[in-house]
């Protein structure tokens, strides 16, 4: 896990550095708060699960290892709704 937790930091890190980020509070938390959802369903898990909204307009998300989860804001603006944002992130 420790190994796994570290990859997905790491990760996180570059991305936050290299990839258009959307900071609009609002959205994000959205985001977050739709994750936070899913994770609580999981149990007790080894890590923080860290959710991210990339100011792209494809339809997209991705997971990287130790819980981080990005999804593209054109993914975000055009799902019809919450439950179907949640079955990607969920995904």
Same mark, same amino acid.
């Given at each position: /896990? =420790?190994?796994?937790?570290k ?6 890190? *570059? =991305?936050?550095?290299?990839?258009? /980020?959307v900071?609009?509070h609002?959205?994000? /938390? ?9 994770? =609580?369903?999981? @149990? ?16 997209? =998300?991705?997971?990287?290892? @130790? ?6 804001a054109g993914l ?5 709704? *919450?439950?179907a944002?949640? @079955?990607?992130?969920?995904?």
């Amino acid at each position: /896990m =420790a190994e796994e937790k570290k990859l997905g930091e790491e990760f996180r890190d *570059e =991305a936050l550095a290299h990839l258009p /980020m959307v900071h609009d509070h609002e959205l994000t /938390m959205y985001l977050r708060r739709l994750g936070d959802r899913l994770v =609580a369903t999981l @149990g007790k898990q080894p890590f923080d699960y860290e959710f991210f909204v990339v100011n792209q307009n494809d339809i997209n =998300a991705f997971a990287v290892p @130790g819980g981080k989860l990005f999804a593209n804001a054109g993914l975000i603006a055009r799902v019809d709704s *919450e439950d179907a944002l949640a @079955g990607v992130v969920g995904h």
